[in-house]
């Protein structure tokens, strides 16, 4: 069993259902401490962080993640219990395996080889640690990076730890993500019985074209590195489920997620003009998760590209699919940062898996770009 491997598997056993850390932090800390990395917990509420360093020059380089994972949903459907790590036919099965404990086991053993191999870096080495990923994202990443920032602390380049991969463990990196906006719209009427429609205004009725004609909205057409902007509707509520009722509101959950080539004041703008335009009654609350960041293809792009042809053979594809990661919140911050991990075929699935061959190979690319990076 190579030390990734046995890492990856005493962190699955830490059952870190969001916010919970589940001991990780402890772990990864001892861990950490004994190359000499200065541990640093910064908890918030009922979330655990953690920033680590080894070194007070720079540039820094830094590895993120996060040690939570999702709920394991119904434990009868899982071939194996969630949080009690089988190897079965050369992948490891458990939750978090994929997403991402994999990630931080493989950036900890390439640490360790790094430094074992009497390397001292030219620059820092950290590690930023949350508990506070998959769930709301308030007192994790964000709340570090603000600590950061007030002392003047920059992080100059970063991996994240996500599953970018497709079918090979880097396959796909991806070096920014689209932002994402999301919207409740509250369509007023007025309430009566179906029988008298002439006495009520239906919120229904009335929100139909405008909902149709914002999916019909050609946002924008993308870009070099963006999909088009996509606009989707999730949810969609009206009445108490009585049949002769006509309700007096409808509410109407939505999410943007775009590129690049938007603002989220020009979203905002554009969406309200549709809703006016068919002068409905309405209320929209909006929230931003995040905004679209990009890293431009240049020298560390290029790194971690050759680390990658270098331990796996792979010309890497660089993409920006996908959903929202802590990337958002260290990306603004001026950091070069691209998100690097295993394949994400599982991921919040039933029976989460990681190809016992991948997660050392991962450890290597890792490794491969501290050597290029600060070697």
């Known amino acids: 069993m190579s030390p990734t491997l046995a890492l990856t598997i005493s962190l699955i056993e830490k059952a870190s259902v969001t916010p919970s850390d589940g001991g990780c932090h402890q772990l990864l800390a001892q861990r950490l401490e004994a190359l000499g990395f200065v541990v640093e917990a910064l908890p918030f509420g009922d979330v655990q962080n953690f920033w680590a360093r080894l070194g007070t020059e720079g540039p820094v380089f830094a590895f993120a993640g996060h040690t939570d994972v999702v709920p394991p949903g119904p434990l009868e459907h899982w071939t194996s219990a969630p949080f009690v790590p089988q190897v079965r036919d050369g992948f490891l099965y458990g939750r978090g395996a994929a997403d991402m404990k994999g990630s931080i086991a493989a950036m900890v053993t390439a640490c360790e080889r790094f430094l074992a191999s009497g390397r001292k870096p030219r620059g820092s080495i950290a590690f930023l640690i949350t508990s506070d990923e998959e769930g709301s994202a308030v007192n994790g990443t964000v709340k570090v990076m603000e600590v950061l920032e007030a002392r003047g602390e920059k992080i100059h380049y970063c991996i994240v730890g996500e599953p970018s991969s497709t079918t090979q463990t880097g396959d796909v990196i991806k070096i920014g993500r689209r932002g994402s906006l999301h919207g409740r719209l509250t369509v007023h009427g007025i309430q009566g019985h179906v029988a008298y429609p002439h006495l009520a205004r239906n919120p229904i009725h009335r929100a139909m074209a405008p909902l149709d004609a914002l999916c019909r909205e050609v946002w924008d057409e993308g870009n070099e590195s ?124 039933v029976d989460e898996n990681v190809r016992v061959a991948d997660l050392d190979a991962l450890s290597n690319i890792y490794e491969d770009v501290l050597v290029r990076l600060l070697g």
């Open 226 to 349: 963006f999909p088009p902007t996509s606009f989707q509707i999730s949810n969609i509520h009206a009445g108490k489920g009585t049949d002769n009722v006509i309700p007096g509101e409808l509410e109407v959950a939505f999410n943007f997620r775009y590129s690049t080539a938007l603002t989220e004041e020009a979203i905002k703008a554009r969406t309200t003009a549709v809703l006016d335009r068919f002068g409905l009654e309405y209320s929209l609350n909006w929230h931003l998760s995040g905004k679209p960041f990009l890293t431009q293809r240049g020298a560390f792009i290029d790194l971690v590209a050759a680390s990658i042809r270098q331990v796996t053979g792979l010309e890497t594809e660089c993409s920006t699919t996908g959903g929202t990661s802590d990337g958002r919140f260290i990306a603004p911050t001026g950091t070069q940062l691209v998100e690097v991990g295993p394949c994400n075929a599982t991921i919040h699935k």
